[in-house]
């Protein structure tokens, strides 16, 4: 399958689903060398890519090869991706604001394929990212919205200026709203900051609850830890919702989809504190 079948299949039956049965070398490998297989694939796809962005081709249609590609690696060490609940996104005409709960570095790469299927798209990283060796390039050449995380104020600013923008363009924008990487969900940590750019920008936000443990967070590289393949990545989708007002009931509504799909697929969610 290539990554227009892929695009055609999303549109088409508005999700995913990796087929059934092991792949080799997932039956007979397992812990420390299955990872290590996992990395060296996911290394040579982004090197690839990076030379790419290095060259000034990077451009929408490449960025859904590689996108694609890490699909493909996933499923190459037994990870079985589920994607879902796709028609609301499919029948929306314009542009949406993706709001996603953010679990491992995996998402970052497949999450965008997913889109791209239905329209551009730009998403908000730290600006640390953007000086990475081999993801520095990527990022750079794509013009992601770049925040520092050290001035919440003026993040807000470039954030809505240049979010705003990019649909005003035609394009959507997928934030993940907990301010680190995280293996549940905290409700406090999660900001209103899409509803606010959807608000802006008058458009409708969808809520995406992710599940992506398959690919843990390592303790001395945060980036890469272990992987299990016995876990399912899951990318399901809400329907898109208007922002009224304040948008408090559209941030609720994001917040409780994400909250119910992760506790369904045994996710761990972390609610607010009572108030004092």
């Known amino acids: 399958m290539n990554k227009d079948q892929y695009a055609q299949i999303l549109k088409s039956e508005f999700g995913y689903q990796t087929p059934s049965g092991s792949r080799f070398p ?26 790419t962005a290095r060259r000034g081709k990077l451009d929408d249609d490449r960025w859904a090869f590689h996108s694609h590609r890490v699909v493909e690696i996933v499923e190459s060490v037994g990870g079985k991706v589920n994607i879902s609940d796709l028609a609301g996104v499919s029948e929306q005409q314009g542009p949406l604001v993706y709001i996603c709960n953010h679990m491992s570095l995996v998402e970052t790469f497949i999450l965008p394929g997913i889109v791209l299927a239905f329209s551009r798209v ?17 990022f750079r050449e794509l013009g ?6 050290q001035n919440p104020r003026e993040d807000f600013k470039v954030v809505l200026q240049e979010g705003h923008k990019f649909i005003s363009s035609g394009g959507s924008v997928i934030i993940f709203p907990q301010a680190t990487r995280s293996v549940g969900l905290d409700i406090g940590a999660f900001n209103t900051l899409g509803i606010k750019l959807a608000a802006r920008a008058g458009v409708p936000v969808v809520p995406v609850a992710i599940k992506t443990d398959f690919h843990g967070n390592g303790k001395w590289i945060k980036d890469m830890g272990p992987i299990d393949p016995h876990k399912m990545l899951y990318f399901k989708f809400g329907a898109p919702i208007s922002v009224e007002g304040k948008g408090r009931e559209a941030h609720q509504h994001v917040v409780d989809f994400i909250s119910e799909n992760l506790r369904a697929w045994g996710g761990t969610v972390i609610e607010k504190a009572e108030a004092r």
Do not use: D
């Open 26 to 51: 997932a039956k007979f490998l397992s812990g420390r060398p299955l990872s290590l297989i996992y990395y060296v694939k996911l290394l040579s796809t982004l090197i690839h890519a990076s030379f």
């Open 122 to 138: 730009n998403f908000v990283i730290k600006e640390e990212l953007r000086h990475y060796p081999v993801l520095g390039p990527i």
């Open 144 to 149: 992601l919205i770049a925040v520092s995380r």
